[in-house]
């Protein structure tokens, strides 16, 4: 049953992207102890993508980086809002919590993502479904946010095989007692007000010894999708006339809802955190981080009623708390670091939904009928990581090695009633369908990370993963729209290797040129649903297959990349560029069978990646900077395999073929001692397919027939915004329009529930935001 983001002008030169340019450089700030040979200059991003401190320019890796000033600048409010400044990267999922992202077309359908989520080195990752995606942290008092492209599985383990995206929460600071305000209020065409409000405090406790830190943030998001009572509903999926000329049939929706702005929806988090020092070589730092996020109902659209309307005929909530715990010990002994990392991450989403038109998509005759569904995923990780690494940047031998635990449980509970159907079936009960799906994972691993200067300037790297992954999974499924009662159950166990080789050539101080090739790898598993054979037979057989597959396998890919990071005219000119190629094989993807409503997760065969990636920024004079980024990735399948939709030559699903920003920021001195940053950037999306099956089935008087499938492919958007930030002293403020031209892309635009229905941007938003510091 399932259904499927203040220095002056000289401190925009030292800020560089590694194959990508970062979001707004001329206010970000050095954000972690350089470890380096040479000092980051204030204005520096410092990143820990190998898990060790360097410039970002230093790293020999594709990362983009964002500061805690581009994390604060122009409304921005979690991942999705900076996803167009990162070339390369894409999602599908417009709302929080639901999306899943992907990094240079290593993209799929299937349950488990292709990105690592990481808050401060705890993996986020849970098993996705059709009811919970990427767990997204609202930006809030984060020092930066990394994004880590190509396969990271030597450092960060196994699903990192695209890359990874990084969350680096701001650390308590042992000698600064302050208290920073932010409040922000924007309006949002087609919809209502917005508002938030946050306080973050820094109290020294014992000089030199103890400090806490700890932070709250509450922020409303009006609403821009109305819910009309008696709209008509045109089922695409059903035709009043033989072919070949197809007539949607239309219908009144029977909604008696009306709601205006229903999409509307809060967010509340907490931190806290604490540093103790007890002698200068010893650092503990336990954490905790709570979120809640809270939409009253979903921002799903009907295409055939005018503006952004559905005709739903019941509510229908999203209730998502996440949770994430750390306690980290750093020690350095003899030029070692020693790290302890333990960490605890709590997922709670509840999902209510209207599936009265998608029931009527599997049977007719029970359009009449209301039909609420209600899933509730709940997720509970543990993780240790233990590892020490070299303290000495300018030693010709610098290494990391370690070893890491984690275990996971993993339950999905999803009921579907349709109401007053009991006594027409027969059945004595309403409930329709229930399932619930129990899967549990442990891993254990091993790596090491060692790099050697082999000649002045000129650094190999080797890096290495052994990995062991324990799963299972247990199913129960009942309900007429089960065929009755079922239930399977799979055990599953792999090890591997993933290894990673570099080469990284100092050309100069601002010139590096490095080649890599990595293995990424991704785990199998059990399938979640337990599906009579007979409820799913001619969509089963049209793939060649008798029944659902129990299990699914691994998938792998070796990337190999060729990249070089360059700063000229005394770094008023940063030019980053890479180019790379993917051989991805066996490749999970999730299928769907619309006859019976089930999917399932099989190996489709194999695709091939190509692409390249440039960026530059460029300070034509004092204050004036111009920045741009592009990538071009060219993702097809080349093997497809039996019980799969795909074909060989198709695109890999949700990755265009173009990425692309500019943008253009001027610093002027205001009255008094103020200064002012007006902004202008420009994000291009292109188009990527959605979908491999290009027609879907369409029910008419004569049988069912075949029709085109309108919705297979994602069109290309383009988004502009414009920001004028006001600096004085410990005050600033922020004026931002969002999305300028109101761009409206059909995101996510399916036929599942028979009506054409999609998500979208946020609409014009026009806002202020005000912060200041004690």
Same mark, same amino acid.
């Given at each position: 049953m399932r259904q499927y983001f203040n220095s002056a002008a000289q401190a925009v030169l030292a800020i560089a992207t590694a194959m990508t340019m970062t979001a707004p450089a001329w206010a970000a700030e050095a954000q972690a102890p350089q470890t380096a040979e040479e000092p980051a200059q204030v204005g520096e991003i410092v990143v820990t993508a190998r898990k060790r401190a360097e410039r970002l320019q230093d790293a020999p890796l594709s990362v983009t980086a964002f500061s805690e000033a581009d994390l604060q600048q122009g409304g921005v409010r979690d991942f999705k809002d900076v996803i167009g400044k990162t070339p390369g990267v894409s999602f599908s999922g417009a709302e929080l919590g639901q999306s899943r992202y992907s990094i240079r077309g290593v993209s799929t359908t299937s349950p488990s993502p292709t990105v690592g989520i990481y808050l401060d080195d705890v993996s986020l990752l849970t098993t996705t479904s059709a009811f919970s995606g990427a767990a997204d942290p609202v930006f809030f008092d984060f020092s930066r946010v990394e994004v880590l492209k190509g396969p990271q599985g030597t450092l960060y383990g196994g699903s990192a095989m695209g890359g990874a995206i990084k969350y680096v929460s701001h650390p308590p600071v042992l000698d600064e007692r302050s208290v920073d305000l932010a409040a922000g209020l924007s309006t949002t065409a087609h919809g209502g007000t917005s508002y938030q409000g946050e306080a973050v405090f820094n109290l020294p406790v014992v000089e030199d010894r103890l400090a806490i830190r700890g932070g709250l943030i509450y922020r409303e998001d009006a609403g821009y999708v109305d819910n009309v009572a008696g709209a008509p509903v045109v089922d695409v999926r059903t035709s009043t006339t033989p072919a070949p000329t197809l007539t949607p049939l239309v219908r009144p929706s029977m909604s008696t809802r009306s709601a205006k702005d229903q999409n509307s929806s809060t967010v509340v988090g907490v931190k806290l955190s604490a540093l103790w020092e007890p002698d200068p070589t010893l650092q503990i730092t336990p954490s905790a981080f709570h979120q809640v996020y809270r939409q009253k109902n979903t921002g799903v659209f009907w295409t055939n009623l005018p503006g952004l309307q559905s005709s739903f005929r019941i509510a229908q909530p999203t209730r998502d708390e996440l949770g994430v715990y750390t306690l980290t010990a750093v020690k350095s002994l003899n030029g070692v670091d020693l790290t302890w990392l333990t960490g605890y991450v709590d997922r709670s989403v509840q999902f209510d939904r209207d599936y009265s038109f998608y029931i009527a998509t599997l049977v007719p005759s029970l359009f009449g009928f209301t039909s609420p569904n209600a899933s509730d995923s709940d997720t509970e990780t543990f993780s240790q990581e233990i590892r020490a690494a070299s303290s000495d940047p300018s030693a010709r031998l610098r290494w990391t090695a370690g070893l890491y635990y984690a275990r996971q449980r993993n339950e999905l509970d999803q009921t579907v009633q349709t109401l007053g159907v009991g006594p027409v079936l027969g059945t004595g009960t309403d409930t329709v369908y229930h399932g619930n799906t129990v899967s549990r994972l442990t891993q254990y691993a091993a790596f090491a990370d060692l790099t050697y200067e082999i000649l002045p300037n000129l650094d190999a790297t080797l890096a290495l993963r052994y990995f062991k992954i324990e799963?299972?999974?247990?199913?129960?499924?009942?309900?007429?729209?089960?065929?009755?009662?079922?239930?399977?159950?799979?055990?599953?166990?792999?090890?591997?290797?993933?290894?990673?080789?570099?080469?990284?050539?100092?050309?100069?101080?601002?010139?590096? #040129?490095?080649?890599?090739?990595?293995?990424?790898?991704?785990?199998?598993?059990?399938?979640?649903?337990?599906?009579?054979?007979?409820?799913?037979?001619?969509? #089963?057989?049209?793939?060649?297959?008798?029944?659902?597959?129990?299990?699914?396998?691994?998938?792998?890919?070796?990337?190999?990349?060729?990249?070089?990071?360059?700063?000229?005219?005394?770094?008023?000119?940063?030019?980053?560029?890479?180019?790379?190629?993917?051989?991805?094989?066996?490749?999970?993807?999730?299928?769907?069978?619309?006859?019976?409503?089930?999917?399932?997760?099989?190996?489709?065969?194999?695709?091939?990646?190509?692409? @390249?990636?440039?960026?530059?920024?460029?300070?034509?004079?004092?204050?004036?900077?111009?920045?741009?980024?592009?990538?071009?990735?060219?993702?097809?399948?080349?093997?497809?395999?039996?019980?799969?939709?795909?074909?060989?030559?198709?695109?890999?699903?949700?990755?265009?073929?173009?990425?692309?920003?500019?943008?253009?920021?001027?610093?002027?001195?205001?009255?008094?001692?103020?200064?002012?940053?007006?902004?202008?950037?420009?994000?291009?999306?292109?188009?990527?397919?959605? @979908?491999?099956?290009?027609?879907?089935?369409?029910?008419?008087?004569?049988?069912?027939?075949?029709?085109?499938?309108?919705?297979?492919?994602?069109?290309?958007?383009?988004?502009?915004?414009?920001?004028?930030?006001?600096?004085?002293?410990?005050?600033?403020?922020?004026?931002?329009?969002?999305?300028?031209?109101? @761009?409206?892309?059909?995101?996510?635009?399916?036929?599942v529930s028979g009506m054409e229905a999609a998500v979208t941007l946020r609409p014009r938003t026009v806002g202020l935001s005000v912060r200041t510091r004690f």
């Amino acid at each position: 049953m399932r259904q499927y983001f203040n220095s002056a002008a000289q401190a925009v030169l030292a800020i560089a992207t590694a194959m990508t340019m970062t979001a707004p450089a001329w206010a970000a700030e050095a954000q972690a102890p350089q470890t380096a040979e040479e000092p980051a200059q204030v204005g520096e991003i410092v990143v820990t993508a190998r898990k060790r401190a360097e410039r970002l320019q230093d790293a020999p890796l594709s990362v983009t980086a964002f500061s805690e000033a581009d994390l604060q600048q122009g409304g921005v409010r979690d991942f999705k809002d900076v996803i167009g400044k990162t070339p390369g990267v894409s999602f599908s999922g417009a709302e929080l919590g639901q999306s899943r992202y992907s990094i240079r077309g290593v993209s799929t359908t299937s349950p488990s993502p292709t990105v690592g989520i990481y808050l401060d080195d705890v993996s986020l990752l849970t098993t996705t479904s059709a009811f919970s995606g990427a767990a997204d942290p609202v930006f809030f008092d984060f020092s930066r946010v990394e994004v880590l492209k190509g396969p990271q599985g030597t450092l960060y383990g196994g699903s990192a095989m695209g890359g990874a995206i990084k969350y680096v929460s701001h650390p308590p600071v042992l000698d600064e007692r302050s208290v920073d305000l932010a409040a922000g209020l924007s309006t949002t065409a087609h919809g209502g007000t917005s508002y938030q409000g946050e306080a973050v405090f820094n109290l020294p406790v014992v000089e030199d010894r103890l400090a806490i830190r700890g932070g709250l943030i509450y922020r409303e998001d009006a609403g821009y999708v109305d819910n009309v009572a008696g709209a008509p509903v045109v089922d695409v999926r059903t035709s009043t006339t033989p072919a070949p000329t197809l007539t949607p049939l239309v219908r009144p929706s029977m909604s008696t809802r009306s709601a205006k702005d229903q999409n509307s929806s809060t967010v509340v988090g907490v931190k806290l955190s604490a540093l103790w020092e007890p002698d200068p070589t010893l650092q503990i730092t336990p954490s905790a981080f709570h979120q809640v996020y809270r939409q009253k109902n979903t921002g799903v659209f009907w295409t055939n009623l005018p503006g952004l309307q559905s005709s739903f005929r019941i509510a229908q909530p999203t209730r998502d708390e996440l949770g994430v715990y750390t306690l980290t010990a750093v020690k350095s002994l003899n030029g070692v670091d020693l790290t302890w990392l333990t960490g605890y991450v709590d997922r709670s989403v509840q999902f209510d939904r209207d599936y009265s038109f998608y029931i009527a998509t599997l049977v007719p005759s029970l359009f009449g009928f209301t039909s609420p569904n209600a899933s509730d995923s709940d997720t509970e990780t543990f993780s240790q990581e233990i590892r020490a690494a070299s303290s000495d940047p300018s030693a010709r031998l610098r290494w990391t090695a370690g070893l890491y635990y984690a275990r996971q449980r993993n339950e999905l509970d999803q009921t579907v009633q349709t109401l007053g159907v009991g006594p027409v079936l027969g059945t004595g009960t309403d409930t329709v369908y229930h399932g619930n799906t129990v899967s549990r994972l442990t891993q254990y691993a091993a790596f090491a990370d060692l790099t050697y200067e082999i000649l002045p300037n000129l650094d190999a790297t080797l890096a290495l993963r052994y990995f062991k992954i324990e799963q299972s999974i247990d199913t129960t499924g009942d309900g007429v729209l089960n065929g009755g009662s079922t239930r399977g159950s799979a055990r599953t166990k792999e090890d591997g290797f993933n290894p990673k080789f570099e080469l990284a050539y100092k050309a100069g101080a601002d010139s590096l #040129l490095y080649a890599s090739a990595a293995k990424g790898f991704r785990p199998g598993g059990g399938n979640p649903f337990a599906v009579a054979p007979s409820l799913c037979q001619a969509d #089963l057989a049209a793939l060649g297959l008798s029944s659902v597959p129990v299990a699914f396998q691994s998938d792998k890919l070796w990337t190999y990349e060729l990249g070089s990071k360059n700063q000229f005219l005394d770094r008023r000119l940063t030019l980053n560029g890479a180019l790379f190629y993917t051989d991805w094989r066996n490749i999970q993807q999730n299928v769907f069978l619309p006859s019976c409503g089930f999917s399932f997760n099989g190996n489709l065969g194999a695709a091939e990646i190509k692409g @390249a990636e440039l960026a530059f920024q460029l300070e034509f004079i004092d204050g004036l900077t111009v920045s741009g980024a592009a990538s071009y990735t060219d993702a097809k399948i080349s093997e497809t395999s039996p019980g799969v939709s795909a074909k060989a030559g198709q695109p890999v699903l949700d990755t265009p073929k173009w990425i692309a920003n500019a943008a253009v920021a001027y610093r002027f001195p205001i009255w008094g001692d103020g200064a002012a940053t007006a902004k202008l950037d420009y994000q291009h999306h292109g188009s990527s397919l959605r @979908a491999f099956e290009d027609s879907y089935m369409v029910a008419t008087p004569a049988g069912p027939v075949a029709a085109p499938n309108a919705t297979q492919r994602q069109e290309a958007y383009d988004v502009v915004n414009l920001n004028l930030q006001l600096d004085y002293g410990r005050w600033r403020y922020d004026l931002f329009v969002n999305n300028l031209l109101d @761009a409206d892309p059909l995101l996510d635009h399916n036929v599942v529930s028979g009506m054409e229905a999609a998500v979208t941007l946020r609409p014009r938003t026009v806002g202020l935001s005000v912060r200041t510091r004690f």
